[in-house]
């Protein structure tokens, strides 16, 4: 999983920005790595990052402000 959240990183680094977007873009990143790893979702690159992973950290996202 740290080469999928070094990736990430990287990647969210290059879509550019200010440096207050670029910094919540990692803070969004690194979440996501670790809901993927507590789901032991184990995937290698953001190739194999699948739409339905993310729809599942957003409601997981969503039902934690909603409490």
Sequence with gaps: MSRFSREMQTLTRQ????????H????IAK?????????NIQICTVQYLKAKYIECYIAVRLNSFAK
């Design 15 to 22: 879509a550019g920005g200010s440096h207050k977007t670029v």
């Design 24 to 27: 919540d873009r990692l803070k």
């Design 31 to 39: 979440r996501l790595a670790g809901h993927l790893l507590s789901l």
